[in-house]
């Protein structure tokens, strides 16, 4: 299939967009890389020590790095260039692959080396998984630099979940193909001749992402690594669509992991096969999810999103019943079939959701806050359903799972993802800059920001209401303490305050305001009552004031 016969709305349109394409080439191949590191690991580790826990660590050092580093590398991603960052880690895996063929070839690996390795290697890939899928909107064509009220999406926009649902294809792809690669050359050539391999394809996605021309939003003064997580943090608390997507995420895959984590534990029980008889198994659910990315974008048109979210979910929660209650292995093969696809369907979904979720200036911070609540959930719920497996038996585990999977698909009734269609994050722009009779330096702070407020008894509920949601916006875009008083001495006489850290961060205010912000604030303003717009004022604290005045040269 060539890029010009790909029709806009199927599965595969993003991948008519060249550097999308270089993009979830070069996340298929970073992904087929580690995949493969695992095997030859695991096979290292093997050969140097039998027991079945340092085995079992090849996997947790792995994935461990994207639980730990996943906060900090959104902020990372989202306050330096997303390439550069790329260039760097890939360089980081680079050393590591060849510092573990090196020592393979000349039988200087340890245990502990190639455990410590294997988890640097992990650590690499945390950030260049996360600048990949805050590249993706970019990648496609979305254009969040414009600003000003009314202007229209791009159509590119229309493809996001596919471009969302593609990076998944890639994933699950990776994981099919790469341990079997590396089985291939392990016995082919070595398992130094592996990691020398794994060396090679990380530097050719190098020249592809260094050719990469991708224009990506970044601030105009990038935020210090600690206000940029603080910052990060309550974009999530206080922006309702990003609440709600971590929310469901957990339930999701808290309840979903059990999938993962008794699979294997059915298969060598109940159905009483072995590696190979798992290996199919792990095989079903991959191949559904790939079917699943191919079928999803028709399901979504038709049946809406939440809806498809809903029906993903009982349909994975029919397969772990078929798990726990089916003992034929065609039967079960063919549940994870629909299972995998519902896997893909659900998290993809999901995925989508953050991204619609995220302003520019903030998208890998509340992609990482996806991806800390989905790989925590998954590892915290692998844990407790193992535990659950062993004091109530496999079947009781898995059948509390799929009351958690009903729990969640009630919940989402009550907690629906907003469609990025009808939330506008791009970049309003519509604050000016204040008059000052004395410049503050950009570190100066903390600043208090007031506007007074003018509105006729009988709205003040209204506008109390309204005041509310704005003070959420206020505090999501960088104030750390807002609230809204009221005149006991001149009725109708409103006050509000707000303060941020330091001056430099009120103008990132300025400059974090979207276009769905502004009908709150046009429903504010029109309850003011006074001779003109409301009064703002802005506060120094007073002895940053006074270094500011001392450092101020005489006229």
């Known amino acids: 299939m060539t890029t010009e016969t790909v029709q806009r709305g199927s599965a595969w349109a993003p991948l008519r967009r060249p550097v999308f394409r270089a993009i979830w080439g070069s996340l298929l191949g970073s992904q087929v890389v580690i995949w493969m590191h695992n ?7 093997a050969s140097l020590s039998d027991s079945p826990a340092l085995i079992a660590a090849v996997q947790t050092a792995t994935s461990l790095p994207a639980v730990v580093l996943s906060l900090l590398a959104g902020a990372t991603a989202d306050i330096v260039d997303r390439r550069r960052l790329v260039l760097a880690a890939q360089a980081w895996m680079v050393a590591v692959t060849t510092t573990l063929s090196v020592l393979t070839f000349t039988d200087t690996v340890t245990t502990g080396l190639a455990l410590a390795l294997t988890l640097a290697l992990g650590a690499g890939m ?8 805050a590249m993706t909107p970019d990648a496609i064509g979305e254009d969040r630099h414009r600003s000003g009220p009314g202007r229209a999406r791009p159509l590119a926009q229309d493809e996001l979940p596919e471009a969302v649902a593609l990076n998944s294809v890639a994933i699950n792809l990776a994981r099919a ?13 070595s398992a130094g001749a592996l990691f020398a391999i794994e060396s090679a394809v990380v530097l050719l996605i190098m020249v592809v992402i260094f050719r990469l021309k991708v224009s990506t939003e970044r601030p105009e003064s990038p935020e210090p690594l600690i206000e940029a997580l ?8 206080f922006f309702g669509p990003a609440r709600t997507t971590l929310i469901r995420t957990g339930l999701f895959a808290g309840c979903a992991s059990a999938l993962w984590a008794l699979l294997p534990v059915v298969a060598v029980g109940p159905l009483d096969l ?6 199919l198994l792990m095989g079903c659910v991959g191949t559904g999810a790939l079917c699943g990315a191919v079928v999803m974008p028709r399901l979504r048109a038709r049946l809406g999103f939440d809806v498809l979210i809903a029906l993903a979910s009982l349909t994975l929660a029919a397969g772990l019943a078929v798990l726990a209650w089916v003992d034929e292995v065609p039967i079960v093969a063919v549940a994870l079939l629909f299972t995998g696809a519902s896997w893909l369907t659900v998290l993809s979904s999901l995925n989508t959701a953050a991204q619609w979720a995220a302003a520019g200036w903030v998208r890998a911070r509340t992609l990482a806050s996806f ?4 790989q925590g959930s998954l590892a915290f719920g692998s844990l407790v359903w193992g535990l659950t497996a062993g004091a109530t038996g496999v079947r009781d585990a898995l059948m509390i799972a799929v009351a958690g999977l009903l729990v969640g698909v009630v919940a989402g009734r009550h907690w629906p993802l907003a469609p990025g269609t009808d939330v ?6 519509h604050w000016g800059s204040p008059e000052l009779a004395l410049e503050p330096r950009p570190t100066d702070g903390p600043v208090l920001v007031t506007l007074e407020y003018r509105v006729r008894p009988e709205r003040t509920d209204e506008f109390v209401a309204a005041m509310t949601e704005l003070g959420r916006i206020r505090r999501r875009d960088g104030a750390y303490f807002w609230d809204l008083y009221e005149d006991l001495e001149d009725r109708g006489r409103f006050l509000e305050t707000f ?5 430099q961060e009120h103008l990132r205010q300025h400059e974090r305001g979207t276009v769905a912000d502004l009908d709150v604030e046009r429903r504010v303003k029109e309850m003011h009552e006074g001779p003109g717009p409301p009064v703002a004022r802005h506060l120094l604290a007073a002895r940053a004031a006074q270094r500011a005045r001392e450092q101020k040269p005489p006229p």
């Not at 095997?39 to 580790?45: K, L």
């Not at 603080?230 to 608390?237: E, K, P, Q, S």
């Not at 072995?274 to 290996?279: A, E, K, Q, T, W």
């Not at 506008?424 to 722009?429: C, F, G, R, T, Y």
């Open 371 to 374: 991806q800390f609540v989905m």
């Open 274 to 279: 072995d590696s190979r008889g798992l290996g």
């Open 177 to 189: 193909v790469g341990p079997a690669l590396a089985g291939v050359l392990i016995v082919a050539l």
């Open 126 to 133: 945390a950030p260049t998984i996360l600048a990949y899928q």
């Open 424 to 429: 506008d994050l791009s970049p309003a722009a």
């Open 39 to 45: 095997v030859g690991a695991v096979t290292v580790v």
């Open 499 to 503: 303060t941020v850290g330091s001056w």
């Open 230 to 237: 603080r910052a990060g943090a309550r974009y999530v608390r």
